[in-house]
């Protein structure tokens, strides 16, 4: 799966509005980030894209 830049900026400002707003904390979000890069090496790395990807279809469809 490709995500596109517009996705990852979505992304990138959603972590960044949890830890200004929500008590997300740079050294919580830290440990996430790093999950997810290890969990692309993963056997559940294509069920994680699918499921990503299966939303991602699915809110494109929402949008006009």
Partial sequence: MFLTLPLMGVLA???ALLIRKSGL???HA???VLLGFS???TTL???????VQGVV???GGIAP
């Fill in 39 to 41: 969990l692309r090496d």
């Fill in 30 to 32: 830290v440990p996430a």
């Fill in 45 to 51: 790395a294509p069920t994680i894209s699918e499921a």
């Fill in 13 to 15: 400002v959603l972590v």
């Fill in 25 to 27: 904390r740079p050294a």
């Fill in 57 to 59: 279809d699915v809110i």
